[in-house]
C-alpha cells in the first residue's frame, strides 16, 4: 500500500464501515477487509473498476463531481478520500458531503506548498513535477492543487474539528523539519476530520 494507505489503515478500527471514494483498484479496501472492515469504493475509471471486482471489493461506479446523493446522512463510519481532492472540480463540495455521509472524513493529499515544488516554480519558471505529482502540467489530473495551509483554512471555513493529522515525507517519516514547519517540509497529508456540532 501507499503510505497515506498505511497511515488510513491505522486510523480506523476493526469492525467499522467506511466508503472509499476514488478508491482505484481497491488496495486499501481489500485490505481493509481482511480487519472486517466492511463497505463501498466509488470509482469512475472502468479498468480500477474491473481490478476492484477482481479483487473482491464491492465497488460502485460514479463520479465524484456528482455529490454523494446516494448515500443517507452519517450511514458510514468513515469516509476516505485519499489522494483525489486535487482532481475533483468542487473539493468544497465534496468535503462538505465526506462529513454529511460520514461520522468522521479521512482526506489525504499531496502538498504542494512542499519546498521542492516552491523552488521548481520559483528557481525554474515551471510547474512542479514530483514523487507526489509526478504528471507534466498539460496532462496532469490534478486541476486543484493545494497546501497544507489552504486544506486547514477549507475545514475552518466549513467548520470541520480536525481530529487528527500525519504529514510526512515520501520515506512515512515525520521528521524534525516536518514537526517545526509542516507546509515547507511535509510532502503528503492525511487528516481526520469531523462536522463541528452546531450550536
Request: net charge negative; hydrophobic share 40%.
Amino acid at each position: 500500500m501507499r503510505i497515506d494507505q498505511q497511515i488510513i489503515s491505522d486510523w480506523i478500527p476493526d469492525g467499522a464501515r467506511v466508503l472509499d471514494l476514488g478508491c482505484g483498484n481497491g488496495t486499501l479496501l481489500s485490505h481493509l477487509q481482511q480487519r472486517g472492515i466492511s463497505g463501498y469504493g466509488l470509482e469512475i475509471d472502468n479498468s480500477k473498476f474491473a481490478d476492484c471486482i477482481k479483487a473482491g471489493v464491492n465497488v460502485i461506479q460514479a463520479d465524484l463531481d456528482e455529490g454523494l446523493s446516494q448515500f443517507a446522512d452519517q450511514s458510514f463510519d468513515f469516509v476516505i478520500l485519499s489522494q483525489t481532492l486535487q482532481a475533483i472540480q468542487r473539493p468544497d463540495f465534496l468535503l462538505r458531503e465526506i462529513v454529511r455521509v460520514g461520522k468522521k472524513g479521512i482526506i489525504g493529499f499531496p502538498n504542494f506548498g512542499h519546498w521542492q515544488c516552491r523552488a521548481q516554480l520559483a528557481l525554474g519558471g515551471r510547474m512542479p513535477v514530483s514523487k507526489t505529482l509526478p504528471n507534466a502540467w498539460y496532462e496532469t489530473p490534478n486541476i486543484h492543487l493545494c497546501t497544507i495551509q489552504d486544506f486547514e483554512q477549507l475545514c475552518d471555513q466549513h467548520q470541520l474539528k480536525v481530529l487528527r493529522h500525519s504529514i510526512v515525507n515520501h520515506e512515512h517519516k515525520d521528521t524534525l523539519g516536518i514537526k517545526l514547519m509542516p507546509n515547507l517540509f511535509g510532502q503528503i497529508a492525511v487528516y481526520l476530520v469531523q462536522q463541528q456540532a452546531k450550536q
